[in-house]
Structures are given as C-alpha cells and as structure tokens.
C-alpha cells in the first residue's frame, strides 16, 4: 500500500516521457508530412523541363514566391540550358511580367514568380489557399505565315480570369506550343500544400492547382494556446467568485495576477504561428472572452475591496 503513491508517480513521469520523446520525433520529420513533390513528364522528345521551388507562402499578403528554372532536350535544344530556337513563356505572374523572352543561342535563366493565393485569413488556423500555375511556352511556327490569318473554328481564346492570363488565338497561329514537363516541389515552414498537375490540348496552359492549409503541428499549437487562455481566465475568475464569497478579508492577490494577465494574454496570444491581427475567428472564440474575464475579474476585486474596507461613520 505505501509504494502505490510511489508508483502512480513513476507512471506519470514516465508517460510525460514518452509523450515528450513521440512530439520530438514526430518533430523530426514534420516537413515530409507538410511538402509536395508533383512530377508530370511529357513524351515529346522536343521539350523543356520546368522546375518550380516554392521559396514562400504568405497568407497575409495572399501570395506564393517561387523560382522557375528550365532544362531542355531534343531539336530545340542547343545544350541543357540554351536553346537552338526561340522560345516565349506565358505564366501568370501576380508581380511583374507574365511574358518572358528566351532568345535561341542564349542561356535560359532562372527567374522568380509570385502567384495569387485565394483564401480567408480571417479563418485561422482552419484557413485554406488555393491557388493555380499556368504555364504556356510556345516557339515560332516554322511554317509561312499568312498576311490575314483567319481563327480556325477550333482554336479559341484561352482566358483564366481569376489567374490573369490569357492567350490569344492570333498568337496561338503565330506559334506553336512546346511540350513541357513538370516538376513542383513545395516545402514551407508552417504551410501544408497538396495540388496536381492539369493538362488540356496542346494550346491550352498547363496547369498546376494547389491547396495550402495550415500545418498539423501549427493547429496543434494554436489548440493548446486557445485550451491555456481559456483555463487561465476562468481560473481567475474563479479566484473572484470566491474573494467576494468568502467573509474573510478581501485577498488582493488575484487583482495582481488579473492585472497582470491583462497584458500577458495578448503576448500568449501572439506565439500562435503566423497568427493574423486581433479579429480572426480565434479571437472570438477564446482571446476577446478570455481578456472580459480578466478585466471583469480585476474589477470585481476591486470593488469588494472598496465594499469592505469603507470608513466606518
């Protein structure tokens, strides 16, 4: 009977143990849980390899940073980065150009894109982004041009309003479309992406669609602030309820940590990652009732001091 006590103790230190040491390994390999890797090859021998590197994911601003890089193969090829043509590539670029020219015996660079992001912060941490990346690279018809050329019945103006890009069927005649192959890798700290790779005919943009939510470990993380700002305040006001209950002299213990909790709060708040300015859901869920609870709680101190300490007359 007495080592019981003893034991319950052990169980419980080593149960935070093993809690403890299943979060840190779990934390181990978080980032293979939240990345994608999307690959979709073409069997054109004529092609151009697009690498895409998600370098930022910005739900504030709505927008996702990538770098663009390009590899080439087949007759249009000079070596792996020149091309033996020139060459024009169509993407919906949210900041700066959407068209950028590669001229035949240049190097292709590596250039840098921003894409839209379609969400609602305001929803944090349950908020989800999508957005798509379209890309068209076309190269000049070999064949003669016409001086009037008339749109064929089966080519029309591809138009995605919501990515800004649009191509039109004069430069679809003009130019003829170059096989491309895929290859996406999106990797963000705090940032959960899934998404596929999209192909209509050969005039029309490649696209790559991609759905961004919150990582686990940032849901986990907000849960356990909402869960602590919420068993503080009521603590406290606990605490209150019981300082004007008790017929004993008024403790101001609980108006020192009410005051002080006052302004801790929001700082708790904060430590959420990537947490929006007060006004999210969040907050009217947990932080804005947690904060009325506390000043309420400091208020009610104060008052049942001021009740029991009255000057007799």
Same mark, same amino acid.
């Given at each position: 009977m007495p080592n019981r006590p003893k034991r319950f103790w052990i169980f419980i230190i080593l149960l *935070?143990?093993?809690?403890?040491?299943?979060?840190?390994? +779990?934390?181990l390999t978080e980032s293979t849980r939240r990345s994608l890797l999307l690959r979709d090859e073409t069997e054109a021998a004529d092609r151009v390899y697009i690498s895409i590197v998600t370098t930022n994911a910005n739900p504030a601003t709505h927008e996702l940073t990538a770098q663009v890089s390009f590899r080439l193969a087949g007759k249009i090829a000079k070596d792996e980065v020149t091309p033996a043509v020139d060459l024009h590539l169509l993407i919906n670029n949210f900041r700066g150009e959407q068209e950028f020219d590669f001229p035949q015996d240049k190097r292709m660079n590596r250039i840098e894109v921003v894409f839209p992001l379609n969400g609602d912060l305001n929803k944090y941490p349950l908020d989800r982004y999508e957005t798509t990346v379209r890309l068209l690279m076309t190269t000049p018809a070999?064949? =003669? +041009?016409?001086e009037s050329p008339s749109v064929p019945a089966n080519i029309t103006q591809h138009t995605h309003p919501t990515d800004e890009l649009a191509v039109s069927p004069t430069a679809l005649l003009q130019n003829a479309p170059v096989a491309l192959s895929i290859s996406l890798t999106a990797s963000v700290p705090g940032i959960r992406f899934t998404g596929n790779v999209s192909r209509g005919s050969s005039q029309e943009p490649t696209?790559? =669609?991609?759905?961004? !939510? +919150?990582?686990n470990s940032v849901i986990a993380v907000s849960l356990i602030v909402v869960l602590m700002m919420t068993a503080l305040s009521m603590s406290l006001l606990a605490m209150a309820i019981r300082a004007i209950t008790t017929v004993e002299r008024t403790d101001l213990l609980p108006l020192s940590v009410s005051i002080s909790l *006052?302004?801790?709060?929001?700082?708790?708040?904060?430590i959420q990652p990537g947490v929006p300015p007060v006004g999210?859901?969040?907050?009217?869920? !947990?932080? *804005?009732?947690? =904060?009325?609870?506390?000043a309420a709680s400091a208020v009610i101190i104060v008052w049942t001091w001021l009740l029991r300490t009255r000057p007799k007359s």
């Amino acid at each position: 009977m007495p080592n019981r006590p003893k034991r319950f103790w052990i169980f419980i230190i080593l149960l *935070i143990l093993a809690v403890y040491s299943l979060v840190v390994l +779990r934390g181990l390999t978080e980032s293979t849980r939240r990345s994608l890797l999307l690959r979709d090859e073409t069997e054109a021998a004529d092609r151009v390899y697009i690498s895409i590197v998600t370098t930022n994911a910005n739900p504030a601003t709505h927008e996702l940073t990538a770098q663009v890089s390009f590899r080439l193969a087949g007759k249009i090829a000079k070596d792996e980065v020149t091309p033996a043509v020139d060459l024009h590539l169509l993407i919906n670029n949210f900041r700066g150009e959407q068209e950028f020219d590669f001229p035949q015996d240049k190097r292709m660079n590596r250039i840098e894109v921003v894409f839209p992001l379609n969400g609602d912060l305001n929803k944090y941490p349950l908020d989800r982004y999508e957005t798509t990346v379209r890309l068209l690279m076309t190269t000049p018809a070999r064949n =003669e +041009r016409p001086e009037s050329p008339s749109v064929p019945a089966n080519i029309t103006q591809h138009t995605h309003p919501t990515d800004e890009l649009a191509v039109s069927p004069t430069a679809l005649l003009q130019n003829a479309p170059v096989a491309l192959s895929i290859s996406l890798t999106a990797s963000v700290p705090g940032i959960r992406f899934t998404g596929n790779v999209s192909r209509g005919s050969s005039q029309e943009p490649t696209g790559i =669609e991609l759905h961004l !939510t +919150r990582a686990n470990s940032v849901i986990a993380v907000s849960l356990i602030v909402v869960l602590m700002m919420t068993a503080l305040s009521m603590s406290l006001l606990a605490m209150a309820i019981r300082a004007i209950t008790t017929v004993e002299r008024t403790d101001l213990l609980p108006l020192s940590v009410s005051i002080s909790l *006052i302004f801790g709060l929001p700082a708790l708040r904060n430590i959420q990652p990537g947490v929006p300015p007060v006004g999210a859901l969040v907050d009217y869920v !947990t932080f *804005i009732w947690a =904060e009325l609870m506390v000043a309420a709680s400091a208020v009610i101190i104060v008052w049942t001091w001021l009740l029991r300490t009255r000057p007799k007359s």
